[in-house]
């Protein structure tokens, strides 16, 4: 039968896929647009299987924030090359699996993957659909969100480095003159990566960790064995200056930590939470 470039334009429209692909799913399902993106879809579900083994380390970070910075959403969109990452549609995409995950702000990556994205289709059905248009492997490989307490506080989105990583910074306090502020943390959080905003919130295992690591540093050096715990302690303290958030030297200015460049900003102003994801 006779395929017509407006039938051919819709369900490109609709599914991002190619003109011939689009031409070729409506020639075998005469014409029936539904059909066409079944065939499509079909077509993704074999493609995913045989490139299931692939490394997707390219991709996208969104973070967004809800209008009243109540709560924040961080994902990453992976794909297998740099050329569609940069490509507009993908980035398109992303975005919008971003807007559906801080419109549900669903418990867990799988989670978010069942939710409704268009009609019948879950997020991941719509994956699916695009690893068929795209021809690669891709994946939402990561999801994180921050919900304030109660409404109180406020969440701050940055995005690092043409969406090769975001984040998403809580505040305890509000208002729009502490945005510029939390979007400063954001930064030196992208750009530091420290692993806990306190020590308090650094896991014990982690503690227990590098005190083991300091104890056998200066026992190589020579160290009495009395005196290795104190040297350990001290050497903890450094690495807590060096991997927690509000203990790290401020990269805008060295002079002061996050911790009093935000007290500076607000008396009570400190981090309650962040998320951090990155490509890499």
Do not use: W
């Not at 993106?37 to 924030?65: C, P, Y």
């Not at 248009?133 to 940055?158: C, H, L, M, N």
């Not at 981090?271 to 994801?277: A, L, M, R, S």
């Amino acid at each position: 039968m006779s395929i017509s470039a407006k039938d051919v334009k819709q369900l490109r429209d609709m599914t991002g896929a190619g003109i011939m692909d689009c031409k070729k799913a409506l020639t075998e399902a005469n014409g029936d647009t539904d059909g066409a993106i079944v065939i499509l879809r079909k077509k993704g579900q074999k493609l995913s299987a045989k490139r299931a083994e692939r490394e997707a380390n390219e991709g996208v970070v969104i973070a967004l924030t809800s209008p009243n910075r109540n709560n924040g959403v961080v994902i990453r969109l992976s794909c297998e090359t740099d050329f569609v990452a940069k490509g507009k549609s993908f980035i398109e995409f992303a975005n919008l699996i971003a807007k559906i995950a801080l419109s549900k702000l669903p418990a867990t990556l799988s989670d978010l993957l069942a939710l409704p994205y268009e009609g019948a289709l879950s997020i991941q059905d719509k994956i699916t659909e695009q690893i068929g248009v795209i021809g690669e492997k891709v994946e939402v490989k990561d999801y994180a969100k921050i919900e304030t307490t109660g409404g109180k506080g406020q969440v701050i989105p940055y995005i690092h480095m043409g969406y090769r990583a975001g984040v998403i910074v809580a505040l305890n306090q509000e208002g729009p003159d502490l945005v510029d502020c939390g979007k400063d943390v954001a930064m030196q959080v992208a750009a530091m990566k420290p692993i806990a905003v306190d020590k308090t919130n650094v896991p014990q295992e982690v503690v227990d960790k590098e005190i083991e690591i300091g104890k056998d540093l200066a026992r190589n050096e020579g160290k009495p064995e009395a005196m290795l715990e104190k040297i350990a302690t001290g050497r903890l303290n450094k690495f807590f200056k060096e991997t927690t958030l509000l203990n790290q030297v401020f990269v805008k200015n060295s002079n002061e930590t996050i911790g009093s460049y935000l007290k500076s900003k607000h008396p009570e102003l400190t981090v309650t939470e962040f998320k951090h994801i990155s490509l890499s």
